[in-house]
């Protein structure tokens, strides 16, 4: 479980820019999902930012803004980049496995994700971050391991091809539905923060 294959099922490399991707993703209609949401949902964030999350998929108030991380959940991971001392939009890249979403806040079908994830792929090949943090299980299995398990994968650090460092921890959502996991999520993201300012510092 150490591998990210980044290699794209559709062949995104010709495109040079995010802004070209973000275009082209907004105008997607591979999968199903589409056609249920009002937006699609690129990502957004700093685009030179070292530390990208990658979370499951939009939610109502994700789809109805067209961002990610818009709502509760989405306030809940400020305040935890904040208490590490980061700020959404300066310091990180936030995106999600699937650009639409999912009815009635479901899980993303592997169908569904494997037509999505090329735009993500490429997303990640153009912003090259140097860490990720992978927002809960969806996350996990569709990047590294379809077997992984979140409650015993999150908290090491894995290592894809193209050398990123990737970490897994609980979705945000799931700390408001399980307070329990507010420990956990709190160790996982003070080792982010280690690696972050040894990354910054050289
Ligand atoms: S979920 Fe992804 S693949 Fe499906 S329509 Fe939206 S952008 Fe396209």
């Known amino acids: 479980m150490n591998k990210v294959p980044y290699s794209a099922e559709h062949d995104l490399s010709c495109i040079g820019s995010l802004d070209e991707l973000k275009e082209m993703a907004l105008a997607c209609s591979r999968c199903g999902l589409r056609a249920e949401c009002s937006n699609v949902v ?15 998929g939009p939610g109502a108030e994700e789809d109805r803004l067209g961002r990610p991380f818009a709502g509760k959940a989405g306030q809940l991971l400020d305040q935890i980049l904040g208490a590490i001392g980061l700020e959404r939009f300066e310091h990180t890249y936030i995106a999600n496995v699937v650009k639409c979403r999912p009815p009635g806040n479901r899980a993303p079908r592997p169908e569904e994700a494997r037509q999505c ?31 992984a398990k ?10 894809s091809k193209s050398g990123i460092k990737i970490i897994p921890t609980y979705h945000p959502a799931a700390l408001l539905r399980d ?6 999520v709190w160790e996982d993201f003070q080792k982010v923060r280690d690696e972050y300012i040894s990354i910054v510092n050289g």
Request: glycine share 12%.
């Open 117 to 147: 994830l090329p735009w993500l792929y490429r997303q990640i090949e153009l912003l090259s971050p140097s860490l990720i943090v992978l927002l809960g299980g969806t996350a996990l299995q569709n990047l590294v391991d379809p077997h």
């Open 179 to 184: 307070p329990g996991k507010k420990r956990p």
């Open 150 to 159: 979140i409650t015993k994968a999150r908290g090491q650090w894995l290592h």
């Open 42 to 56: 690129f990502g957004e964030g700093n685009p030179t930012a070292r530390l990208m999350l990658i979370g499951e």
